[in-house]
């Protein structure tokens, strides 16, 4: 076996109250991608910290190529050939893609940027990535997924001996990840050392040669992925049987209540479409990104304003011009994207929890101090929100925790409609199982659900009925019977629904 | 209440600064009625500004800012001081009443322009507010048609130079203020609005806030603020000027609100801090006469002192000039007892 480019040995790290890291070993061999596992609150993000110096450690040391390392900050890091990119995209979305790739080491002749030179560089280094696109065109003119890419071809082009990436897939489709995974292919044979976080097991499965383990601040292992089967790293992960995960894999009986939303050739920034959803029914949608689920999730709930068609809902005919107007119909939405359209970050646990029903009370009616506590109380322990302290800040809990923050808000709505955009995306395990588990239950108590997701097992799962979309259009709308699969699935999105 | 820590040991510290050149400062006595004392002329001649800052800490929280405040002042006191000087009598009770309503009324409506133009329109803050700050100095110069208008009213004087109950006027008015928006925003739900419309708007829109109409209340209530401000400014002086009125209060405002602990990047804010905030501003000003810093460099002393103010604010600076000379602190000093830092 070939000498690690990297090898930190018994590693600790304490914050105020938590021991992140305790005695952790891990190597990096070059050539390889390494997939760093574990739930949220393992150690996963103050492992990668420590290594690109944005921490400092308590214990242990750190070797790169041989030499032992302490990096004062992330610029020594990357210096020393270690290059990151993290799971929330880190560039400035009003520079252009050119600008971005090469920020603060930007080409220069007679000591003034030589912008031709910047954007020819780029356009060669992300045709590298089959990406060809206008480098001169600000970052935010292009979607999640491109960004992501940039952010990418930046580190790659840093001459790292070392690249980290954080969650890099989490926001990309299918194509998308095959092209990521086509360069990291190609980086690996140029003897880079790939860290790979990941969320998506199948993803780890295709693509990682080894990983570590980490589970509590705590070293599980290191394996060949080759040799450890799914069910065994998913066990080692949490530590106690996925029961649960399994009950929920029997199909759910079609529903054959009320209707409670009947669009009929609603449209806007989607093409028109018809779909009903029945009380205590969960519609999944299904669709590549970008393919126009979050549109039709918006017109839903007011949040964007329908160009054509009607919307009924409980019977009565609506136009929905503000999320205030649906919410007065018993509708509520949890938007993919928390960080810009659901946390406020400085707000605590509680205020955050409470944000929805206090809007809809308005100001003069403040909910009674008590039944706060109650109902903060109450929510925190069913959906088992960690750290339990309500007061907290909602910023410093962990992404999974505060998708439960958010779900919560909108449960204590109590609403008729429940709309959930990639609920789990980016969540660990465990806090994926409870989320279906709830999903099930509320459509079991009579609440109707519109499921969106990436992940088309979990759509399969949940829904009794499946909307397929492709292109901002409709395509297709399938009953979940036995005949109906992640293949039927598929297709049905690659063909667009014509057979 | 530690985040207030730093604010108040600043004022205590300015304070402490006045008795050394001042023996009686903290003296306070009853005359004729009347309370008097260096303490009380800090609150009576601050008034004014704590109620602007007051308002403009509500706007700061929705991450906007009022820069129109200073011609809101002088607009409202000249409204009110044209509307008297027209009177039959301008010692008429009701006569004084109406002109007020009227010079609060336009205050408010200015507000409402302010918040139209920011939250429907979709101006940036500074920009929409930098409108009504230029062009409100020439509304007051219209209205008082250029010239000082000066009255002689006695129940108009009383507004920023009278005694109710021992105490000035304009700290009585100031109390009932803050009283109020400590209620509406701390007992009722307003301030978690507010707060939340300032910490993420787009986050609270999809929550159900009514976030313009919230807005275009806040910026109201600014320039409400600002109006009331104007009477006591104009009333104090029994004139009307439109072009120096109110100037530049709208700077001491936003940093008495910052100093205060408020962020300029909006979400938490706190009215005691601001409370505290313009007390130091005032009472720096008050210092600057007792210690007899010459007229020409009042401006340049005060900007050292406010520098150095924020400076001590900020916990990034505290960390890196503190951190190397001081010894790590026990975890907990008793209340009261003296704490000595070694060097």
């Known amino acids: 076996m070939a000498e690690a480019i990297l090898r930190m040995t018994g590693i600790g790290k304490e914050f105020p109250g938590v021991r992140a890291l305790d005695g952790v070993d891990f190597r990096l061999l070059p050539g390889e991608v390494h997939a760093l596992m574990g739930e949220n609150g393992a150690g996963k993000s103050t492992l990668i ?26 610029l020594e890091a990357q210096k020393a050939g270690i290059s990151t990119v993290y799971q929330e995209v880190n560039l400035c979305r009003n520079l252009s893609v050119a600008e971005n790739v090469f920020i603060g080491r930007e080409p220069r002749k007679f000591g003034r940027i030589d912008w031709r030179e910047m954007r020819r560089r780029t356009s060669d280094l992300l045709r590298q990535l089959d990406l060809p696109i206008d480098v001169a065109k600000p970052l935010s003119h292009y979607s999640l997924a491109i960004q992501q890419m940039v952010a990418i071809a930046r580190a790659i082009d840093i001459d790292a001996r070392v690249l980290i990436l954080d969650e890099p897939t989490s926001s990309l489709d299918a194509g998308e990840v095959a092209q990521l995974f086509r360069v990291m292919r190609r980086l690996k044979e140029q003897g880079i050392a790939i860290l790979f976080v990941s969320h998506f097991l199948d993803q780890i499965y295709e693509i990682a040669d080894r990983m570590t383990i980490l589970r509590n601040g705590r070293l599980v292992g290191e394996y060949v992925t080759a040799e450890l089967p799914q ?9 106690r049987e996925l029961a649960e995960l399994e009950r929920l894999d029997e199909r759910p009986p079609a529903r054959t209540s009320d209707t409670l939303v009947e669009a009929s050739e609603l449209g806007g920034r989607v093409a028109p479409f018809s779909l009903t959803i029945r009380e205590g029914e969960v519609v999944g949608l299904a669709g590549l990104l970008g393919s126009g689920r979050t549109e039709i999730a918006r017109l839903l709930f007011g949040a964007d304003h329908a160009a054509t068609g009607t919307l009924r809902i409980g019977g009565d005919q609506v136009t929905l011009r503000t999320p205030r107007a649906a919410m007065a119909r018993g509708v509520a939405f949890c938007s993919e994207n928390r960080r810009e359209e659901g946390l406020v970050p400085e707000l605590t646990v509680r205020e955050n929890l409470i944000l929805a029903l206090q809007a809809r009370r308005g100001w003069s009616r403040p909910v009674p101090r008590k039944k706060q506590d109650e109902l903060v109380a109450k929510y925190i322990k069913a959906l088992n929100i960690r750290p339990d302290n309500p007061e907290m800040l909602i910023r410093n809990l962990s992404g999974g925790n505060q998708q439960k923050v958010l779900l919560a808000r909108w449960l204590i709505l109590e609403p008729r409609l429940l709309i959930l955009d990639e609920p789990t995306r980016g969540i660990d395990v465990g806090a994926k199982a ?9 459509s079991d108590g009579g609440m109707a659900v ?8 979990e759509v399969l799962r949940l829904s009794h009925k499946v909307a397929v979309l492709r292109d901002r259009r409709l395509v297709a709308e399938l009953p979940n019977d036995d005949t109906l699969t992640t293949d039927v699935l598929m297709e049905t999105i690659a063909s667009g629904g014509a057979k | 209440m530690k985040r207030l820590a730093w604010p108040a040991g600043i004022l205590a510290a300015l304070l402490l600064v006045n008795l050394i050149f001042t023996d009686h400062f903290f003296q306070i006595e009853i005359k004729e009625g009347h309370l008097y004392g260096s303490l009380i002329d800090i609150f009576r001649f601050g008034a004014p500004l704590i109620l602007v800052a007051l308002g403009m800490t509500l706007v700061i929280a929705t991450k906007g800012i009022d820069l129109s405040v200073g011609s809101v002042v002088a607009i409202s006191g000249a409204m009110a001081c044209l509307q008297i000087s027209t009177l039959p009598s301008q010692d008429s009770i009701g006569g004084v009443l109406g002109a007020i309503g009227v010079a609060l009324a336009l205050a408010v409506a200015l507000g409402v322009g302010n918040g139209f133009l920011v939250a ?18 020439g509304l007051a110069q219209l209205i008082t048609d250029g010239q000082i208008i000066t009255i002689n009213s006695d129940p108009y004087k009383l507004i920023g130079g009278g005694y109710w109950l021992t105490l000035p006027f304009g700290i009585i008015i100031v109390a009932v203020v803050l009283a109020l928006i400590a209620f509406v925003t701390r007992r009722l739900a307003l301030g978690l609005l507010i707060e939340s419309v300032g910490g993420n708007a787009e986050a609270s829109r999809l929550s159900g806030i009514r976030s313009h109409g919230l807005l275009i209340v806040v910026y109201a209530f600014c320039a409400l603020c600002a109006g009331i401000a104007g009477l006591m400014i104009s009333s104090n002086v029994s004139s009307a000027d439109g072009n120096n009125a109110g100037l530049w209060i709208e700077l001491d405002a936003i940093l008495a609100v910052v100093i205060g602990g408020t962020s300029l990047a909006g979400g938490r804010f706190s009215l005691g801090g601001t409370v505290l905030g313009a007390l130091i501003i005032q009472t720096l000003t008050t210092t600057i006469y007792s210690i007899g810093v010459p007229p020409e460099t009042t401006l340049l002393f005060k900007a050292l002192v406010v520098t150095i103010v924020c400076l001590l604010q900020s ?14 602190a026990p975890p907990t000093v008793p209340a009261g007892e003296k704490v000595t830092v070694r060097t």
């Open chain 2, 315 to 328: 916990p990034a600076f505290r960390a890196k000039v503190f951190r190397s000379r001081r010894k790590p």
């Open chain 2, 120 to 137: 429907i329109v979709g101006i940036q803050p500074i920009i929409a507010t930098l409108i009504l700050m230029v062009a409100g100095r």
């Open chain 1, 231 to 239: 069910v065994e790293l998913v066990g080692k992960m949490i530590g």
């Open chain 1, 450 to 457: 519109l499921f969106i997701s990436a992940e088309l097992d």
């Open chain 1, 49 to 74: 910290k420590v290594l690109t110096g944005v921490y400092s450690i308590d214990s242990g040391e750190i070797e790169l190529a041989g030499n032992r390392v302490a990096f004062a900050g992330p």
């Open chain 1, 434 to 442: 409870e989320i279906q588990k709830l999903v099930v239950e509320l």
